[in-house]
Structures are given as C-alpha cells and as structure tokens.
C-alpha cells in the first residue's frame, strides 16, 4: 500500500471559541474515507473583531485608526502614520476610560493613555458597545470603597445642614445623612441611583433659591448625572 493512501485531507472550521477539525483518512482498497472530529483550542489572543474609528488630532482634524480587539488585549493603529497602542485586559482598567460627560447621553469618546500622552478616539455607538463590553468591570471592592467615601461625605454635609439651620434646609439634611448611611450599609451599584438623584434635587432646590445657590444648583446637577452614568463601570 503507497504512502498517497494515508495521506488524509484536513478541514478547519470556527465553531464559538474553538476549532473543530475534520480527518478524512481513505481506509481499505476501496478507499471509503473515514471521517474523525475532534476540538482544537482556539489560541486566547486570537481577533475576536476589528473596525475602525477616528482620533482627535487638534480641534478640527481627525485621523482614521483601526482597533483590533482580542480576548486578552486590544491594539489600536494608523494605517496611515503606522503608529500602534498595544493595551492588555489587565492594564485596561488604567489605560481606557470613558471620559464623563454633563448629559445622560455619551457622546462616544473614549482616552487612551500610551507613554504619558492621552490619545482621543471618537467611536459610533456600536464601536463604544464593543469596547465598553470587552473592558473589564470595576470589581466589588472598587465599589465599596466608592460608596464608603460617598456615605461619609453625605453624613458630613447632612450634619453641616442641621447646625446651620439658619441658612440651609435642617429636614433635606436629615435626608442625606439617611443616604450617606445606606451607602455604607448597602453597597450595591443602584446606590449611585440613589446618589445621583439625591444630587439633582439638590441642584434643582438650590437653583430655585436664586443667586449663588443657582451656580451651585448647576453644578450639583451636572455631578448628579455624572453619578447615575457610573451604574455602568461596575460589575
């Protein structure tokens, strides 16, 4: 029997996150093949997808770069300028934000930091959902620890409304003390709910008072929003 009749053809198909391979080795003078099928690993740092974005470059000009998302790590290139970013999961954390906005609606921008320079990408929605999705959360730690400072703060700023009762409201004082305690007895991520729409009646009650308290009601609304927006950095 020649070497030719053992001599099998392979085919590789993607299946999810492995490869299945199939053997089909002749077998026998009639030459029926026999087919065999068995999984392959799929290597971790193989492309899950790529597409393009746009940078920021000055005011008005924006370069087109490619992003190449892995499982592991994320690479973001110039086909014109050949200048590449190279960001691994675990440095993402570090490297990759989302920068917060003033509205409820993300305008899509994300900050890259590479060898001390921010480089700013603009991404359409689908592009932001795809990175937001391969990011690591924050983990529940992280998020503790957020809230800790947050009910502390809020005690404080309760206990600062029920001395100064001559200038500032005793019972809203009272209301977010209760607050600043369910941040530290609760720590869940609806708290930054909570927490943001504490703020906007704040902002709301303080702007309707007029003169400096209206800066100051701005202000609190802005930083209301900026606390519901973070619902979606945690796990």
Known sequence: MSISEYVGTQRIQEVGRARVTEIHEPSGKAKKGVT?????????DSIIESFKVKRSVGLFKKEEWDITIKHDSIQFSSPGSGECISVSRDEAKDRIEFPREYTLFSSGIAHVKQDGKVYQFVLG??????LRSWLPKKTLPELKNELRKWGIGLIVLGG????????LDPLWGLVLACIGVLNLLVPRRGMFIMNGIALLLAGVLNMSVG??????GMLQLVWGVQEIRKLKEYE
């Open 160 to 167: 600062v409304h029920l001395l100064l009762t001559g200038f």
């Open 125 to 130: 929605s689908a592009g932001k959902s795809r």
């Open 211 to 216: 003169g400096g308290w209206k800066i100051f």
């Open 36 to 44: 065999t099928r068995k999984e392959i690993p799929q290597s971790v």
